[in-house]
């Protein structure tokens, strides 16, 4: 049998357990019934990244000719899972009944709930191309053809890659640390959120946590906190867009611009608009 969730060290899709008496609770409230294999594996694990990578099409996509980026699945909740797939839909301009288990705003994977209230078959979106067609008739079909797709190898890549020529020296008297970062997130003082901007990325595991501080204060913020923040977070991509090549890194950042739109704020959303010139 294959093991189906990836379990690294950092998920940023990974939710609150669930149990099997919640998961009724929910079904009854959108008045369907969720794919058994689906529940299942939400028992087991309330969503994250997998351990595969694609699903094949025989139609071409913005992703690829013959295949699909799937590394997740949506558990149920309502920020990062399935339970967000109405304020999505309305975002993202998709058709009304959809549970949206897999996708990043220009792709989207759903349960497509049009015609049925249960077994639904699964649908794609590709907003790019403006693609919409099914790849099964079933969510127990579509588990079963999702595989591993082998990319060109880049550890060499990122093994090369220079981190100092964007970043300010550690030894800068300017330069803060972690602590300080955490700091001025905790303080929520729009004034002081550029400020985050003279923690030295030094590797991608510096990258990789000021992506995930600055992606869980971005939930729920507003006003010129969330412009503030969002202002940051373009920076970074855009001086880091070569390192910022993973699944998990580009998955953060869209996760975080996501919190950041939710805001409604007029300057953010023409900063976040941006970001699709880095992503």
Same mark, same amino acid.
């Given at each position: 049998?294959?093991?189906?969730?990836?379990?690294?060290?950092?998920?940023?899709?990974?939710?609150?357990?669930? $149990? /099997?008496?919640? &998961? =009724?609770?929910?079904?009854?409230?959108?008045? +369907?019934? #969720?794919? %058994?294999?689906?529940?299942?594996?939400?028992?087991?694990?309330?969503?994250?990244?997998?351990?595969?990578?694609?699903?094949?099409?025989?139609?071409?996509?913005?992703?690829?000719?013959?295949?699909?980026?799937?590394?997740?699945?949506?558990?149920?909740?309502?920020?990062?899972?399935?339970?967000? $797939? /109405?304020?999505? &839909? =309305?975002?993202?301009?998709?058709?009304?009944? +959809?549970? #949206?288990? %897999?996708?990043?705003?220009?792709?989207?994977?759903?349960?497509?709930?049009?015609?049925?209230?249960?077994?639904?078959?699964?649908?794609?979106?590709?907003?790019?191309?403006?693609?919409?067609?099914?790849?099964?008739?079933?969510?127990?079909?579509?588990?079963?053809?999702?595989?591993?797709?082998?990319? /060109?190898?880049?550890?060499?890549?990122?093994?090369?890659?220079?981190?100092?020529?964007?970043?300010?020296?550690?030894?800068?008297?300017?330069?803060?640390?972690?602590?300080?970062?955490?700091?001025?997130?905790?303080?929520?003082?729009?004034?002081?959120?550029?400020?985050?901007?003279?923690?030295?990325?030094?590797?991608?595991?510096?990258?990789?946590?000021?992506?995930?501080?600055?992606?869980?204060?971005?939930?729920?913020?507003?006003?010129?906190?969330?412009?503030?923040?969002?202002?940051?977070?373009?920076?970074?991509?855009?001086?880091?867009?070569?390192?910022?090549?993973?699944?998990?890194?580009?998955?953060?950042?869209?996760?975080?611009?996501?919190?950041?739109?939710?805001?409604?704020?007029?300057?953010?959303?023409?900063?976040?608009?941006?970001?699709?010139?880095?992503?």
């Amino acid at each position: 049998m294959r093991v189906f969730w990836e379990k690294p060290e950092y998920d940023p899709l990974r939710l609150k357990d669930i $149990s /099997e008496d919640e &998961i =009724k609770k929910v079904e009854k409230k959108l008045n +369907l019934t #969720l794919p %058994q294999q689906y529940k299942k594996l939400i028992i087991q694990q309330n969503g994250g990244l997998i351990n595969f990578n694609a699903f094949p099409t025989n139609q071409e996509t913005s992703c690829a000719d013959d295949h699909i980026e799937v590394d997740h699945i949506r558990g149920i909740e309502k920020d990062l899972g399935i339970l967000e $797939s /109405e304020y999505l &839909i =309305k975002e993202w301009g998709l058709p009304q009944k +959809l549970l #949206l288990i %897999q996708g990043d705003g220009h792709n989207w994977v759903a349960l497509d709930y049009r015609q049925t209230n249960e077994n639904p078959p699964v649908h794609y979106f590709d907003l790019e191309l403006n693609n919409d067609f099914k790849i099964a008739d079933s969510f127990d079909e579509f588990l079963s053809k999702l595989y591993t797709h082998e990319y /060109e190898d880049e550890t060499h890549e990122y093994d090369n890659l220079d981190f100092d020529v964007h970043t300010i020296d550690p030894n800068d008297p300017d330069a803060i640390k972690k602590e300080e970062v955490e700091k001025i997130l905790i303080s929520k003082n729009p004034l002081e959120i550029h400020r985050i901007s003279l923690f030295p990325i030094q590797s991608l595991e510096d990258l990789e946590w000021i992506l995930h501080i600055i992606k869980e204060n971005s939930i729920e913020i507003k006003g010129d906190m969330a412009f503030e923040l969002a202002d940051v977070l373009m920076s970074i991509v855009s001086s880091y867009t070569h390192q910022i090549k993973s699944a998990n890194l580009r998955k953060i950042v869209r996760e975080a611009a996501q919190e950041l739109g939710k805001s409604k704020n007029e300057d953010t959303e023409i900063i976040l608009d941006q970001f699709k010139d880095f992503m």
